[in-house]
Nanobody, 121 residues
Framework: QVQLVESGGGSVQAGGSLRLSCAASGYTYFRYCMGWFRQAPGKEREFVSR???????SYADSVKGRFTISRDNAKNTLYLQMDSLAPEDTAMYYC???????????????WGQGTQVSVSS
């Protein structure tokens, strides 16, 4: 059974940094596409970033240049380094895993329980 457990969320002031982690278990982690989504109150869940099994990355335009996704296959852990945080980054952040990066976030995607990030101005 796939399990994804996020950690590292918290409250910071604008301009600050946070590093999210996602510990994965129950599947062949290193083969999976991994990534992050977020959902702000009253809004739909949105794509943030993803990383393929071979390390190729992609980002939403809103976070490009500020967030960095990485993975440690030896530790079965996914990371999201978030710098220059802004109030609009406030959301629940969810770790996601799927056997393929195709239609990532859609059917067949596994989700963590989320970790809250709050950025004050």
């Amino acid at each position: 059974q796939v399990q994804l457990v996020e950690s590292g969320g918290g409250s910071v002031q604008a301009g600050g940094s946070l590093r999210l982690s996602c510990a994965a278990s129950g599947y062949t982690y290193f083969r999976y596409c991994m990534g992050w989504f977020r959902q702000a109150p009253g809004k739909e869940r949105e794509f943030v970033s993803r990383i393929t099994s071979d390390g190729s990355t992609s980002y939403a335009d809103s976070v490009k240049g500020r967030f960095t996704i990485s993975r440690d296959n030896a530790k079965n852990t996914l990371y999201l380094q978030m710098d220059s945080l802004a109030p609009e980054d406030t959301a629940m952040y969810y770790c996601a895993a799927k056997a393929t990066c195709r239609l990532f976030g859609g059917r067949g995607t596994y989700w963590g329980q989320g970790t809250q990030v709050s950025v004050s101005s």
